[in-house]
Structures are given as C-alpha cells and as structure tokens.
C-alpha cells in the first residue's frame, strides 16, 4: 500500500505522519509476518501504545474525579484500557478496514476479532506518540475516549462492584451469593453460585474460583435486568 492509501484514516485520527513507516507498521498484523523479521508488524507499537493509553486514562480520571481515591480510579482504568474498549475505539475510527493482515487470518473473519482490534488500536497510540508526541495520540484519546468515559467505566466495571453500585442504587442493600454446588478435583475445581438482591429474581454464574462464579453471576444478573449487554 502506498501512504495515499491511507489519506482517509489519517484525515479521521487528524494527523498526518511525518513518518509514514509508522503507520503503515501499526496497521500490520503479525499474521503476515510470521516470524520474518524483514516484515515489521505492529507488536512493538503495541507495547508502546498500551502505556501511551494508561497515562491519557490515568490523567483523565485524576483530573475529572479529584476527590476520588485510587481504588476508585483503578476499576475505572482498568475498563478504559481493556481490549474490548480498545476494539470499539478502533472501529469508531474505522481501522478495521486498513489492517494488512494475511489471507487466512481475514478470510477466518480478523478484520472483527476484537484482540486483533485492540491491539492496532494500541499500536496506533503508539505511532501517533512517536510521530507527533503526547498531544497526537491524546487528540485521537479526546476524540472517543473522553467523551465517552463515564459509560465505558460503567459498562465493562468489575460485574461484582457494578452489581452492587446498582443494587445500592436501588435501596435493595447489598447482594449476597451462596455456593450452590462444588465439585471437581482440588486442582480444577468448578462452582455454581447464585446472587441474590432484596425482591429480586436470583442468577446463577458458574466458574473454577468462587470469585470468578461470583462476577459469573453477577454479569448474568446483570445482563437480565438490562443494565449490560451480552457485549459487555
């Protein structure tokens, strides 16, 4: 592809690359390097990118919510930089339809696979920080992740804190989960765990912690009253 190819994008992400190596880097899969180091794909980009993301989100959260504490801030955090956030983010910019990738990998569907997503959106924070420095990849931050930040924190929040801000919300008091079954060896163990909310109809999430059948229930609990999506 020449740098042309890309006028669209680059009009989108408003930036004009001074190194266009860097862009086309970013938008390259591993898929079609495959281990030749002559073929240079977006991995170091990405490590570049998801640190460039912390520190944008970090400073958002520490600017917008000055009396929160860091255990606050760090579920928040946590949603805003995961790769699924970071997947919508890539199609907001419409990404999607520049990544250079091998054959099989686009014909088995990579162009909607959301770590393929995420990881060239973080690559592409990384280049925008190489090329045009902090304030490149933050005007690309402030174009989708500011003015969505509150409802992307909210939406992929730890499913156990989510559930028990909304049942606080409602006055329902605080949800309480009860081991319905556990089975399985001490090595790999499985549980079945029900939550329950004052009044309300309960969920069952299954898992092999109690704590990962505990956010099990508590994102089917969720999901059922309509305050996430099976997206979520």
């Not at 989100?57 to 929160?68: G, H, I, K, S, V």
């Not at 959106?121 to 003015?147: N, S």
């Not at 605080?174 to 163990?189: F, I, K, L, M, R």
Request: glycine share 8%.
């Amino acid at each position: 592809m020449t740098s042309r190819d890309f006028s669209g994008l680059e009009d989108r992400l408003g930036h004009r690359f001074d190194d266009q190596t860097l862009l086309t880097r970013a938008l390259t899969h591993s898929s079609l390097s495959g281990g030749n180091n002559s073929v240079r794909d977006l991995e170091r980009l990405e490590f570049l990118g998801d640190r460039v993301l912390g520190l944008l989100t970090a400073e958002e959260l520490w600017r917008r919510y000055p009396t929160f504490a860091e255990g606050a801030m760090a579920p928040r955090l946590n949603a805003l930089v995961r790769k699924e956030t970071c997947a919508k983010a890539a199609l907001f910019f419409g990404i999607d339809k520049f990544i250079m990738m091998s054959e099989w990998e686009a014909e088995s569907g990579g162009r909607k696979k959301k770590a393929i997503l995420g990881d060239v959106m973080e690559a592409m924070l990384g280049a925008l920080y190489i090329d045009g420095g902090l304030e490149a990849a933050r005007r690309v931050y402030d174009q989708f992740w500011t003015p969505n930040l509150e409802d992307l924190s909210k939406a992929h929040r730890d499913a156990k804190t989510a559930l028990q801000e909304w049942s606080q919300n409602k006055k329902l008091g605080t949800p309480d989960y009860y081991v319905q079954h556990a089975d399985g060896p001490a090595h790999e163990p499985a549980f079945d765990i029900e939550v329950r909310v004052k009044g309300m109809k309960p969920a069952s999430g299954t898992g092999r912690s109690k704590r990962a059948a505990q956010m099990d229930a508590a994102r089917a609990f969720l999901i059922r009253e309509g305050v996430w999506s099976e997206d979520d």
